[in-house]
């Protein structure tokens, strides 16, 4: 069936490091977002990248659509980073399909 | 400021009670969307809407019903049947369903005693 799948589940960090989290997926994509839970719930958008590469700030974001996968790179981590970062998929339907999510801990 | 509203953000309700949560969106999208989100997990969907009027069941719609009579409204009723409703709801809109950009309201909790 379809699948999204992102890893590593969690990520505890030191302020200042840089990280990668990493999104697969089972099929073709027409849509892939990024997105990021603060502490309150809020979901913010991080990227909207069906394929190719976009950068904001410290944050980039690749996704590599013949390969199924997609990366969200975060440097110099800083304590605000901190949340659960989803990627988001639609494969061609008229809705998006979550993964479970990687939880990411900045430690100042 | 365009964006999506929720309220409340907060709501307690006693076992059997049906509850509404509002959202409404000024950014002129076509498709709005309910999630449910519980502790430590990702986002489900309950239900959505491409246009108005209509609308389509999620991966778990059961306990729940919804209405589009307008654009920019798009309310999620949670009914006594919903064997466990106390969880975090969030309403999302999109300016195409599924190819569009999605964007998130704040949420609202909801506590079932």
Redesign the interface.
């Given at each position: 069936g379809i699948q999204v799948e992102q890893s590593p589940p969690d990520l505890i960090l030191q302020e200042g490091a840089n990280s990668t989290l990493r999104c697969n997926f089972s099929d073709s994509v027409n849509n892939l977002q990024w997105f990021h839970q603060n502490p309150w719930g809020q979901l913010i958008n991080l990227f909207y990248i069906p394929s190719g590469t976009k950068q904001n700030g410290r944050l980039s974001a690749t996704t590599v659509a013949t390969e199924r996968y997609s990366l969200l790179y975060i440097s110099s981590s800083q304590t605000t980073d901190s949340g659960v970062y989803f990627c988001a998929v639609n494969f061609g339907n008229e809705k998006l399909t979550f993964g479970t999510g990687t939880r990411l801990t900045i430690i100042p | 400021d365009g964006g999506i509203t929720q309220s409340p953000k907060y709501l307690f309700r006693k076992e059997g009670q049906n509850v509404t949560l509002s959202c409404e969106q000024n950014l002129n999208h076509d498709?709005m969307?309910w999630?449910r989100?519980d502790p430590g997990?990702?986002?489900?969907?309950i239900y959505?809407s491409?246009i108005v009027n209509d609308f389509?069941k999620?991966d778990i719609a059961e306990g729940y019903s919804v209405s589009r009579e307008k654009k920019e409204s798009f309310p999620l009723t949670v009914t006594s049947a919903q064997k466990n409703p106390t969880a975090?709801y969030?309403c999302?809109s999109s300016l195409a369903?599924?190819?569009?950009?999605?964007?998130?309201g704040?949420?609202s909790?909801l506590t079932v005693l």
């Open positions: - | 498709a969307y999630y989100q997990q990702g986002l489900r969907l959505y491409q389509q999620g975090f969030l999302a369903g599924g190819t569009g950009e999605l964007f998130f704040e949420g909790r």
